[in-house]
């Protein structure tokens, strides 16, 4: 073998090696996308994160972009009867059990979900029910109500506001994303 054929050899295994390394950059980059973008995005949705709340039976909770939560009644065995309002019309009305939920979908997407928590038992027509709710931004619906404070025509057992948006944390999902993928890029060198 001369001194030309070793040459050419390590060329060619040099631009093969640089396509492989390319190769792996390109993965790579599509996997930081693939993880980064969605996570990054869905933080910004969350409206009502675990609020707890409590209604009297008859009472109706103000939700932002202009949704009401209304109370109807409570069974004896702690079944409870919940509304939900937009725009003065029932978009949704369903009789939950104790510990169940209660979920409003638009077009494949939770808008709303209501856990039942506890039920308090008072007198024959009054019962004082705990509940969870997650809210999300429906995107038909303008943004416009998120003053934090209820509706003219509901009110609050608690008397006070509704509590406030919180910071978006697409700050932190960003750094976890940048850190991750440098961790997993590191650790893929390390196995090639």
Request: proline content about 4%; aromatic content about 10%; hydrophobic content about 40%.
């Amino acid at each position: 073998m001369n001194l030309c054929d070793a040459k050419e050899i390590y060329k060619l295994e040099y631009k093969f090696n640089t396509n492989i390394m390319q190769m792996r950059r390109q993965v790579l980059s599509l996997l930081l996308w693939l993880f980064l973008i969605p996570a990054g995005s869905a933080a910004s949705d969350v409206l009502l994160n675990g609020t707890n709340i409590y209604l009297a039976t008859g009472d109706s909770y103000g939700l932002y972009q202009g949704y009401i939560l209304s109370l109807k009644s409570v069974s004896s065995d702690g079944s409870v009867w919940l509304q939900l309002d937009s725009n003065n019309q029932m978009v949704k009305s369903e009789i939950v059990r104790s510990y169940g939920s209660f979920v409003y979908n638009k077009t494949n997407r939770t808008i709303l979900s209501v856990k039942v928590d506890k039920v308090y038992s008072g007198s024959s027509d009054q019962a004082l029910v705990s509940f969870l709710l997650y809210q999300f931004k429906d995107s038909d619906m303008p943004l416009s109500n998120q003053s934090g404070t209820l509706p003219s025509n509901t009110h609050d057992t608690r008397n006070d506001e509704l509590p406030k948006l919180k910071p978006p944390r697409e700050p932190v999902i960003w750094a976890l994303g940048i850190f991750s993928v440098l961790g997993l890029i590191y650790i893929l060198r390390k196995l090639w």
